[in-house]
């Protein structure tokens, strides 16, 4: 029976993929949470709506980068659809301060999770 491992590489170091998330408290404006992608009922859109409503009067702001089944209220401000080559560059515009997926049901990957840790946000994930 041959060994599972092959070969054992000690001096061998993780690499981290993405930088590091920075958080950081807005002085003098709201907190921005983003949320990317197409969002279905079972990605939150419905979730996303009730939160933005249920946190009206707060110091927040909910911002959609793509869009929903269905027009979406209760102060979400929605971007609408994005091509890939100019993602990085809006995400960058909106300066959101957080990254947030009120999806309910389980994905294996996640496109927009690789686009908010490539630009160093932190997310929020089920």
Same mark, same amino acid.
């Given at each position: 029976?041959?060994?599972?491992?092959?070969?054992?590489?000690?001096?061998?170091? /993780?690499?981290?993929?993405?930088? =590091?998330?920075?958080?950081?408290?807005?002085?003098?404006?709201?907190?921005?949470? /983003?949320?990317?992608?197409?969002?279905?009922?079972?990605?939150?859109?419905?979730? /996303?709506?009730?939160?933005?409503?249920?946190?009206?009067?707060?110091?927040?702001?909910?911002?959609?980068?793509?869009?929903?089944?269905?027009?979406? =209220?209760?102060?979400?401000?929605?971007?609408?659809?994005?091509?890939?080559?100019?993602?990085?560059?809006?995400? =960058? =515009?909106?300066?959101?301060?957080?990254?947030?997926?009120?999806?309910?049901?389980?994905?294996?990957?996640?496109?927009?999770?690789?686009?908010? /840790?490539?630009?160093?946000?932190?997310?929020?994930?089920?």
């Amino acid at each position: 029976v041959r060994s599972a491992v092959a070969a054992w590489h000690p001096d061998y170091r /993780l690499s981290q993929p993405y930088p =590091e998330p920075r958080w950081a408290f807005p002085a003098g404006r709201p907190l921005r949470v /983003l949320v990317l992608g197409a969002l279905s009922r079972e990605k939150g859109a419905d979730i /996303l709506e009730a939160v933005a409503a249920g946190m009206a009067g707060r110091d927040m702001e909910f911002h959609l980068l793509g869009y929903a089944y269905r027009a979406l =209220e209760g102060g979400v401000i929605t971007h609408g659809p994005y091509r890939n080559g100019e993602v990085y560059r809006l995400v =960058e =515009e909106i300066a959101p301060d957080v990254v947030w997926y009120p999806a309910q049901w389980p994905e294996t990957y996640s496109y927009t999770l690789s686009i908010a /840790l490539h630009c160093g946000l932190p997310v929020v994930v089920p």
